[in-house]
């Protein structure tokens, strides 16, 4: 019968089969050994029985039982002769799995038979099932370990030129920008433009009028400088006025040519076309009489014939000239800036008509009563009319030095010399030792610069080129004061803020 056998010819009882052991039908001589994945734990079995899912004989045969799989192996069919191990990017952590369990997205495990999943590193990221971790592509990143995915970099940073890998991204330095997320690296702002000093920024924003920058990466745009203007947006340069020497700007940051002052006069022909323009002081060559008359658009005028007659243009007058060569030089003095030695501009008479933030002034721009701010006018500010500064600068010409025959020299220069022998200057309100017309009055003083001093001036411009004073001794009556430079022998700016 099944599950017996006899090894004996002519035997009265069969046996039964051993435990690990099987026999079909009758007359079996032996029992047969379970196969690999099969099994019997009793005696007198027919036939053995398939190992369950999740275990397996440990490819013997005869085996009385089935033996749980391994941790990190598993068995996913019933009659497994062999538990099979997980495969890289599976795990089983336990025993007697059925099936391996792929690792989650953001781990990993890239061996066989593992019972766990390492995280991936920070810069790094998987998908379910990983054998590996894969880097963060360009622009990308991830900060903590055990990333599913990598995140794009927002507007405004970048992983700083690490290609594969980050494991953050950084703000954009000031002047530089990502305008889309996934930067790479941070962009330069293109010139005339800048980021306003701002980090992480995502645009670059064109300058303002007035100011500028004149290479890419500009954290902030640079103001302009006095003496020049930017008149838009996204200039790479400002422009200067007509002359560094005699023009300027009241204020930094001018946007507009009208912000330069300074003088201006106009050469102007018989059909009244403008020929030439003059900001400083020139030649005219008038021989062939091609010009008719000269015009002082802004300020005032000295103009010289060679034969020596003399002429001043005032401001928005004509002259009209005849043939011959004629010397022009604009009146800086007290016109385009003032002399802060004469109590803070007190002879100013410009004609600027802004104050110095440019508010139109409902009154010329004065100092009569000396204050320390220099020359102000009035200004209507929120309805109310108040004084505002002009801005107008101080004069340097007429000051540490002094042009045409030093009329206009307003300096502090005491002493002259006579044979290279100093000699100190009398008060002009002396008499003593030697008498003189030249007192001080309202008049002297606006005009020569006379005072309660002893200061070099020139009251007496028919007989002398240049300043001069009366002396302290009996001996010498007077004496230049050659110790004061011609001013268009220095380098010295015509005027300061």
Request: glycine share 12%; proline share 6%; aromatic share 8%.
């Amino acid at each position: 019968m099944s599950g017996t056998y006899s090894d004996v010819t002519g035997a009265e009882d069969c046996k039964l089969c051993e435990k690990g052991t099987a026999s079909e039908g009758t007359g079996a001589t032996s029992c047969d050994k379970c196969v690999p994945g099969s099994y019997s734990n009793t005696t007198g079995q027919s036939k053995c029985e398939l190992c369950k899912p999740g275990s397996s004989t440990n490819g013997e045969s005869g085996s009385e039982s089935c033996s749980l799989c391994s941790l990190g192996y598993n068995a996913k069919t019933p009659g497994t002769g062999n538990c099979t191990a997980c495969l890289a990017g599976y795990f089983a952590d336990d025993y007697g799995s059925v099936e391996c369990i792929p690792c989650s997205a953001g781990t990993f495990t890239d061996t066989n038979a593992t019972i766990s999943c390492s995280n991936c590193t920070a810069g790094s990221y998987s998908e379910q099932g990983a054998a590996i971790c894969n880097l963060c592509g360009p622009g990308n990143f991830s900060s903590s370990p055990g990333a599913g995915s990598c995140s794009m970099c927002p507007v405004g940073t970048s992983t700083n030129g690490i290609v594969r890998g980050a494991t953050s991204c950084s703000p954009c330095d000031p002047g530089t920008i990502t305008s889309s997320p996934g930067g790479l690296v941070c962009t330069p702002c293109y010139p005339g433009s800048s980021t306003n000093n701002e980090t992480g920024a995502s645009e670059c924003s064109p300058c303002p009028p007035g100011s500028f920058t004149a290479a890419e990466g500009a954290a902030m745009c640079e103001v302009c400088g006095r003496g020049t203007f930017a008149d838009g947006k996204g200039q790479t340069s400002c422009t200067s006025c007509p002359s560094n020497k005699t023009y300027t700007t009241y204020k930094l940051g001018a946007t507009s040519p009208s912000d330069c002052i300074g003088p201006r006069l106009l050469a102007v022909n018989r059909s009244d076309m403008v020929v030439m323009e003059y900001y400083d002081e020139a030649h005219i060559n008038n021989t062939i009489g091609d010009i008719a008359y000269l015009v002082a658009q802004s300020g005032d005028w000295r103009v010289a014939q060679l034969s020596g007659e003399k002429t001043v243009l005032s401001n928005s007058n004509h002259l009209e000239i005849r043939r011959g060569v004629f010397g022009v030089s604009p009146v800086m003095t007290d016109l385009f800036c003032y002399v802060d030695q004469e109590e803070h501009g007190k002879y100013f008479r410009g004609y600027q008509t802004e104050d110095k933030d440019g508010r139109k002034c409902l009154t010329h721009c004065r100092n009569e009563e000396g204050v320390k701010e220099g020359p102000s006018c009035m200004v209507k500010v929120n309805g109310t009319e108040q004084m505002s500064p002009c801005g107008v600068p101080k004069c340097l010409w007429n000051v540490q030095c002094y042009t045409q025959d030093g009329v206009g020299y307003r300096g502090n220069q005491t002493s002259g010399t006579q044979n290279d022998i100093p000699y100190s200057c009398q008060k002009w309100s002396s008499d003593f030792p030697h008498p003189h017309t030249y007192h001080p009055s309202p008049s002297n003083a606006a005009k020569y610069g006379i005072g309660q001093h002893n200061k070099c001036r020139n009251p007496d411009p028919r007989n002398s080129s240049k300043p001069w004073c009366y002396t302290t001794s009996i001996f010498v009556r007077y004496v230049y004061c050659d110790e004061i430079p011609y001013c268009e022998n220095t380098k010295l700016p015509v005027f300061y803020f």
